[in-house]
Structure formats: C-alpha cells, structure tokens
C-alpha cells in the first residue's frame, strides 16, 4: 500500500479512557497517580532493565536505520510519525536516555535524551495504547528489535503507577470475578451452552454437546468467551468437531476465556489469568488442553504458559494445542469426512492473527483446514501474510470504541489487501479480529464477511 | 580549521601524544563494550520470545544468526534500497579492517601468506584499499543523503545518527587522503604499529592527516561504546528474538529471576 | 463521571453513555437514552428487544448472547442494526440499562 506523509500529531488526539481506582485496586495497582509518581516509574523502569535483557538491549542497539518506519498498521494508516515502530520506542528510548545512560548525564540533549515529565507520560499513555504489539515492525529489524517487547514493558512501567486502559482492567476484573472477559457467570453459560446445542439439534437433528465443567473428559476447550457471546457459529463449529472425531471434551466455567488480557496490563496480571485454566484442567481431571479461536491467548498459553505456571507434565504433549492444530492433525489422517460443497459459493481469504502466526508460529494449520473445506481459497498478497501479515488494528487492548479512529487507521493495509482478493468471506481464527473486521468492513466500505476457521470446517464436516 | 588542524596534528607528532591517546581510546572501547556486553548477558531472559517462524533446533538458530549477521536479512526484507549501502558500507569496513590488519599489524605475514614480494604487496594494497575506501565513502553519502531526504528517516534521525555518519567519513576520507597523495611513509607506520601493540610506542609518521585520522579513530573508539554505535558488539547475537530455538512447547523454558523468588510473582 | 437528565431525573453514566445504575431504569429512561443513540421513537420492535435484553440480564446478571437476542425476538441482525444503528451488544443494552458489554466483542 502507499506509504503516507508525515502528519505530526495526527494521533495524538486519540487516547483510551483511564481506568479509575474502582478498576485499580482490584488488580494490585495504585487507585490513583502516587505523589512521587516518577520515581517509582523510574524505580520500575530500572527494575525491568534488569530483568529482561531484550529491553535493555533495545534500549541499546537501535541505530534508526528507519526500515521499520513504514511496516506498522497503525502509522501507515494514521501517518503520524510516532506511530512509526522506531518513533515509539524512542518515546521510551529518550527517557533511558537521559535517566539511566552516562552519555544522557553528560551531554543532555545532545544525546536526545528527555526527563520523565507529564507530557511524556501523556506521550507514553497515547501511543503505547496505539500499538497492538502485532510485531510486524520486529520481523525487518536487523536487530530483532520487537516494538511490542518495549510497549509492554512501557504499560508495565505505567500500571505500576496506576495509568492504565479501563477497557483492559475492566475485563481483567471480569476474569478474575467470572472467569471470562464478558462477565458471563456460571448459570448464563450453561444456559447459553444448552441454546447452542438446541440450535444444533434445529440444525442437523443430531445430540450435538457442548459439555460444562464435565469432569473426566479428554480435552478441555478453552475459547474466546466471545464464541459463546458474539461468534457461536465458531463455537458449534468446534462443538460438531468433536462430535465428528469422537473426542470427550468440555468447557469450563471456572476458566471460560482463552484471551488473556494481563499481557496488556503486565507480567504480574498474565501470569495469574494464564493459572485460571490450569487450575481448571487439574479440577475436571482433563487429559489435554486446547485452545480456542484466540490469537493473543495462543501467545500467552503456547509461549509462556510451561514457564509462568508449569510444568505442564500432567497434561498430555503437545500442550497446550491450538484448536486448528487438531483438527488439521484429524484432517491429514482421514479422519474426518468433509463435504467441501457445503461451502460453495463462499469466496473464502485467509486473514493470519499477528499472535497466531508471528507469535505463535501457526502457519500452516488454518490453511490446511481451509483448503480441506472450502473450494474456493485464495490468499492476499505475499507482503500481507504469514509473518508479514497486518494486523487487525485492535490487538493488545485497542479493541474499545474510544479508539476507534486508531482502528479504523489501522485496519487499513488489512482491508486494502482483502479488497485484492475479490473474496466474500473473510476467515480469521481469533476473537479480537473477528469484531473488529465487520466494523472496518463498513468503515472501509467493503462488502464481505467475516468467518471463524472452525465455522467453514463445522460446515463441511459430514456428520 | 586547516591551520588549526595542523597546529593540533604538530603538538601531537612531536611528542608521544598520539600512541598515549590511542592507548587511552583503546582501553576505553574494550572496557566500555566489555561492560556493555556482560551486561547483556548477565540480564536475564524471563519468557521465551522468539520471531516466529523461529528455527526449532539450533542449526537453524545459528543459519538465523549467520544470516542476519552477514546477509542482513532482515533488512534486504524490510528495503532493498537501504540494505544495499548498509551492507556493502559494512563489507567494506570489515575489509579495511582486515587490510589494516594485515598492512599495518602483521605485513610480513600477511605478504607471504599472499605470496606477493613487497612492491606487489604495496601495489595491491594501494589499489585495493583505494577502491574499498571509495566504495565506503561513497555509500557513507548515500546514507547520509537518505537520512536527510527521506522525511521518515529525517524525522526520527537525531544527533548522534549524523556525528556517527560523519566521523565515519571524515576517517575514511582522511585514510584514503594518505593514498591519494601519497605523503605517508608505509614503513614508518608499520613502525609506529607495532611499537604501539607491542608496548614500547615509537613517533608516528610525519604526516599531519595520520595524525588526524588517528586522532578521529580514537574519538571513535571512545564513543563505540556509549552510543548506538554499540551495535557493532554484535547486537544480533545478544537478540532474544533472534538467538533462541522456538520451542516452548518442547522443552520447558525457566525465568530464572522467579526461580530465585521461590517462584512468587516479582512485580506487583 | 457524568451525569445526564433523563425523564426529569438525573443519572450517573459512564464514558459511553451507559447507565452505572441499572436499577434506576425505568421506560422512560430509555426513551430519553434512545435519543443519545439517535433514535427519535421507540417503535414495538425496539420494546420487544430491550424487554428481552432486561429479562435476561435480571435472571442472569449479563447481556444473551446475540444468536439469541435474534432468535428470541425474531429478529434478523440486520433487523436489529436497522433498530439501534450500534448494534445489539451496544446501543440495545443502553437503552435496556445494561452495563456495556466489553471483552472480545
């Protein structure tokens, strides 16, 4: 796509609602801006630097080469520079400058280095909230700089002195109060599961389940709350899997959300969300752990999980499973019978989840579905796909309506890439992507669709 | 500014300034990225984050890593019109190090080891360094041109981006001013070397632009270490994203900073 | 927090317009709320969606997800974005006097 003009401060206007101290506290978070608010910022600031060496290195090593500069959604679609990866980490990078290096003491601002102050943390709040840490930025840095290493680390630095999205505390309060983002309690999931199996049984005549804290079953299935909420279509779609492979499995009220909210917030909160389904798994007595459609949630349990909470050896490898590993695993060994008809006059693309496939390394899997189930399967440019794919514009906490102008920007390059494709239908494994899409089809004035992996594969299946 | 620069490059020839000063920069650079580097690797990684698709098993990270290192991969991805000056800039810096190397530390071996006698040695050493020294220059300016034009570059370049591009150039313009005008004596410089690294310093040639160009590497070295310029330690090497095996699920990866809390959580 | 008037009574809101108090809410509430979404009267069908929404949210303490919301009004959800523009999960939940339902939606 075209690379914009520079629009300073183009951005700058958008910010997420600040989260208050009904929200704060909760979570172990100071109800409001302490008095001395800078130095423990810079207090948590020094301590980050000191455990984790990729901050400290990229502090370090960025020589502004610039080939990031036109690789993010957000600045492409916004065109103010700080937008740019480069420009937001400087944001951070300036204060490091100037309050933990000998060249910042020395020479001033001749090291480009800038004190902590209101404006910078004003600065820091706006565009750490307009990155969605997709780190497609990392995948051209000769260095491996990853822009969304230092935007948490940044969120980290500001939640320690109570500055922080009400959208992203908001649903960590819910997970922790209910299990899930969207605050569905126990008695409305069962409820809300028991409609999805009648509309089942509307649908194919057949006793399909969707089973709640059943203990005992071979896999527990942690998605998105939003399957059961928003996207049920994706939620019956993994209900006929399992029916169609003969696989035990459940759902859980104590762990009813994949997404994982605390890797916006910080390490603290990630680790204490990511325990829920463990916690879950041990009660039931599950033998294995799958996944929903989620891509940060893939991050969080793929990558981190063994090493926030683990071991993970009372469950059976590969653990966890993404719910598309699976079912491609049950599809390359035949099976499963698929009538790919039942998808015919759908003109299907593939949109990769940043979290799936930059950060989780799920290729393959989605593609070897849809091209199982559907006829008609065509990709978007190779510059928008697989590790270079863009993001939806509302990962990582920017999925609230007060930044909509940021997503709407940021969903261009995505939308302007589908727009190549002629498709109708618009297939994405995660749960973030799939309610942002129907809104930047509109904003973009795209005529399309957008469908869960499992959905297409729920249809095909031959039951 | 000419008659101050021969004024300075006098003081500094009469005496023994020049090999105390390269001496004194030395010590500052290994110091500097020594600390710098341990500090690292003494950092620990908390999760595993690697760029995926990663390599699983450690050939791949080391092809990763060789090719980020040599190659610049990632870069000939990110903007075929930027990896081409960085990395033939950087090509040539290697090959005027080594040319350094071996024309000023250990001529004689390097001379026999090519096979050449010694006007062939000097014959080559003149054509090839000139061209190499060229080659820099010439992609010196074209970044530096890039950095100005490109309003993106522009916007996010600051001091430290244009005085590292133009201690660079100002070097290498005046090592190639030595060839072209042919005032340096090559034996009394190799002299001069290894008095230098052997500890028992002698004068430097009598020429003011050694003297300068010396004295600019030395102001090199001492800012390598303090500077963006700290990257030449090797910064792909250190990288978490790029230095480790993507395999999470495989093998269990151990924040050892939670370990040593007795698995509590550190930050609140 | 914001305040707004409504049917002659003031109400704590949030950002987004949404009522803090449920239990406040009465039907006038949300002919007054409805004007902030830009609907200018509530029609039989906009009753049939909020009555439902308010049902299930006192039995259940959350918004029905969206498949039912159209199953049980009868409605498709294009015919639910024709009555409230921002769609069931928003602008039907704050003229019901729900919180906004927030998470991956």
């Known amino acids: 796509m075209e690379i914009p003009q ?69 600045f492409l679609g916004t065109g103010d520079p700080k937008n740019m990866p480069v420009a937001r980490a400087e944001l951070m990078r300036k204060v490091y400058r100037h309050h933990f290096t000998a060249a910042g003491g020395v020479s001033g601002r001749w090291a480009a280095g800038e004190e902590l102050t209101d404006t910078v943390l004003k600065e820091w709040f706006t565009y750490f909230y307009q990155c969605s840490e997709c780190r497609r930025c990392a995948v051209f840095c000769p260095f491996g700089v990853d822009t969304a290493e230092i935007t948490m680390a940044a969120r980290e630095i500001m939640a320690s002195i109570g500055v922080a999205p009400k959208y992203v505390t908001e649903v960590i309060k819910k997970a922790h109060e209910t299990g899930n983002n969207i605050g569905i309690p126990e008695a409305a999931w069962i409820d809300s599961c028991q409609f999805l199996e009648e509309e089942l049984k509307a649908q194919t005549g057949l006793d399909i389940k969707i ?20 996207n049920t279509d994706t939620m019956m779609g993994y209900a006929r899997f399992f029916y169609a492979a003969g696989i035990s499995w459940t759902t859980s009220t104590y762990a009813s959300e994949a997404a994982n909210f605390g890797m916006f917030l910080n390490y603290d909160q990630l680790k204490k969300v990511n325990l829920r ?50 079912a491609a695993r049950y599809i390359r060994t035949g099976r499963l019978k698929l009538n790919k008809s039942a998808n015919d006059g759908l003109t299907v693309t593939y949109h990769d989840p940043c979290n799936l496939a930059r950060a989780g390394g799920l290729l393959e899997e989605p593609r070897e579905i849809l091209r199982a189930v559907v006829n008609d399967f065509r990709e978007m440019p190779a510059n928008t796909i697989r590790e270079k794919t863009f993001c939806c514009g509302a990962g990582a906490g920017l999925l609230t309506d007060e930044l909509m102008p940021t997503r709407m920007n940021g969903a261009k390059p995505r939308m302007e890439a589908f727009r190549t494709t002629g498709a109708t239908h618009l297939a994405v494994p995660c749960a973030i992507c799939k309610a942002q899409f129907p809104v930047a089809f509109k904003h973009h004035k795209i005529e399309a669709q957008v469908v869960g992996v499992m959905d297409l594969l729920g249809r095909a299946l031959v039951l | ?96 190090f080594l040319g350094h190397l071996g024309g000023l530390v250990i001529p ?11 006007k062939q040695f000097e014959d080559m050493a003149q054509v090839v360094g000139s061209a190499v020294g060229l080659l820099a220059i010439t992609m010196l300016v074209w970044l530096l041109i890039r950095r100005l034009l490109l309003p993106r570059v522009r916007w996010i370049s600051t001091f430290s981006d244009y005085f590292a591009l133009v201690l660079l150039l100002l070097i290498i313009a005046t090592g190639n001013a030595m060839r072209f005008m042919g005032g340096l004596n090559i034996i009394q410089a190799q002299r001069f070397v290894a008095g230098w690294w052997t500890l028992h310093p002698v004068a430097p040639p009598r020429d003011p632009i050694f003297a300068v160009h010396l004295l600019l590497v030395c102001a090199l070295l001492i800012y390598i270490p303090f500077s963006k310029m700290v990257h030449i330690g090797g910064a792909a090497l250190f990288s978490p994203t790029l230095n480790q095996r993507n395999n999470p699920r495989q093998q269990r990866y151990v924040n050892t900073w939670e370990k040593n809390n007795g698995n509590s959580t550190a930050s609140s | 927090m914001t305040v707004v008037t409504l049917a002659g009574k003031q109400f704590e809101v949030d950002e987004d317009g949404f009522m803090l108090d449920g239990a406040q809410w009465t039907p006038e509430v949300a002919v007054g709320l409805a004007k902030t979404e830009g609907i200018e ?52 939940c704050k003229l019901a006097g729900l919180p906004k339902p927030t998470g991956c939606i």
């Not at chain 2, 004689?108 to 010694?118: C, D, I, P, R, V």
């Not at chain 3, 969606?49 to 498949?67: D, E, H, M, S, T």
């Open chain 1, 211 to 230: 089973p709640v804290n059943q203990a005992g079953a071979e896999v527990l299935l942690v998605p998105p709350s939003a399957d059961v909420f928003v």
């Open chain 1, 6 to 74: 520079l629009h300073p401060d183009a951005a700058a206007g958008v910010q997420a609602y600040r989260a208050k101290k009904e929200l704060l506290a909760p979570l172990g978070l100071p109800p409001e801006l302490p008095p001395d608010w800078r130095e423990k910022a810079l207090c948590k600031f020094k301590e980050l630097l000191q455990q984790r060496r990729s901050l400290s290195l990229y502090m370090d090593i960025c020589v502004r080469c610039g080939a990031c500069t036109d690789k993010c959604p957000f």
């Open chain 2, 1 to 96: 500014m000419t008659v101050g620069l021969l004024f300075i490059s006098c003081v500094a020839m009469s005496t023994l300034f020049l090999s105390m000063a390269l001496y004194v920069a030395m010590a500052i650079f290994l110091g500097g990225m020594g600390w710098r580097i341990y500090r690292w690797i003494r950092t620990p990684v908390p999760l595993k984050i690697v760029l995926t698709p990663g390599p699983q098993k450690f050939p791949g990270v080391l092809r990763r890593l060789v090719g980020e290192l040599f190659g610049f991969r990632a870069l000939a991805k990110a903007d075929r019109s930027l990896w081409t000056p960085a990395w033939l800039f950087h090509v040539s810096l290697l090959l005027l």
């Open chain 2, 108 to 118: 004689h071996l390097a001379q026999t080891t090519l096979g050449l006698n010694e």
């Open chain 1, 277 to 326: 389904m463990l916690d879950a798994a041990r009660q039931l007595g599950v033998k294995r752990l799958v996944m929903g459609e989620c891509g940060h949630a893939w991050r969080a349990a793929q990558a981190f999980m063994d090493t926030l909470n683990g071991p993970l050896d009372f469950l059976a490898p590969p653990c966890p499973e993404h719910i598309c590993e699976l």
């Open chain 3, 41 to 92: 009267a509530l029609t039989d069908d906009h009753w049939k969606v909020i009555n439902f929404l308010r049902g299930y949210y006192q039995k259940f303490n959350v918004a029905p997800p969206v498949r039912m919301v159209c199953k049980e009004t009868g409605f498709s959800l294009k015919r639910i974005y024709e009555l409230f523009s921002t769609g069931p999960a928003k602008g039907a």
